[in-house]
């Protein structure tokens, strides 16, 4: 077997299947010649006698006959091991990984992967949640393929689209002090420790950046807790456990039945886009496209 194609089991199982040179040399899209030099090569190589040739034409022998039928297995093999790799590439091609921050993968994520998903052609979701810059860190690395941001800066070397708004709200619960308030200054609000996300969060750089753009860098009070999840924060606002500034999705039930109170800042706008960012160096694989098209639908 060494040094033989797997171009040459071909050409010897076709003239095994179709009876003769001419016939396996127009089944392969190949000159008659050319079939019949390599058949020779093999018989040169393996030292056996594949053909018996005469006046009449050219056929197998019982040996070649018999080469021919072991060349049909191993050919069977190839084909099984091309397939499988072509189903990983497929099974590749179908995996979507979407990284996404967490307002969006909380409150805007779940409603696009139930439209995307009752799509019969529908590829496999990864979806990581986790805070804006580290989303636009795994875009830009390749890990996602696509993410979905909440930060007020365009990322840089990134496109961008936005997709939906969201606002940045100041929520405490009913027994605050604050809950009695119509509304606050940017001062009072700057000069408070606040429960916070860590730094990289879209909504933590929206309030300060809105501050800072108002009162002046450096401005901002430390924060007095930093927790990891919103649910974590509303929680503890809910118990009473300090102020935060959360996403007003994330609050709005919340909000409307009384459980936490909502205080208006004067001024400065807490308005921030929500935005789908992908690397314009990589071309989007169907699946993401069409999770983009569904993100990029009508307003929500």
Known sequence: MAGT??????????????????????????????????????????????????????????????????????????????????????????????????????????????AYASESDAAQVELTAVNSATVIERVRAGVDDLGFVETPDPPARLATLVVAHDEVVI???????????????????????????????????????????????GSVAESAAELSTTASIRATVLAGGGVAALSERAVHDDVAAGRLIRVPIEGPSLTRPLAAVWDPRRRLSPAAARILDIAAGPAR
């Open 5 to 114: 194609s797997v171009e040459e089991l071909r050409m010897l199982v076709a003239v095994e299947q179709h009876g003769s040179l001419t016939a396996a040399a127009q089944s392969l899209g190949v000159t008659q010649q050319a079939v019949s030099q390599r058949m020779r090569a093999l018989e040169r190589r393996w030292g056996l006698a594949l053909f018996s040739r005469s006046a009449r034409g050219t056929a197998l022998t019982d040996q070649g006959v018999m080469v021919a039928g072991w060349a049909a297995a191993v050919l069977g093999q190839v084909d099984g091991f091309e397939r499988a790799v072509a189903a990983l590439r497929t099974d590749s091609a179908a995996h979507v990984r979407i990284g996404a921050s967490l307002t969006v993968a909380e409150h805007l994520l779940p409603g696009w992967l139930v």
């Open 171 to 217: 929520v405490v619960a009913p027994g605050h002090p604050w809950s009695r308030r119509t509304s606050l200054s940017p001062a009072e609000v700057a000069r408070t420790p606040l429960l916070s996300r860590e730094a990289g969060s879209g909504t933590r750089l929206t309030l300060e950046r809105a501050l800072e753009t108002t009162l002046g860098p």
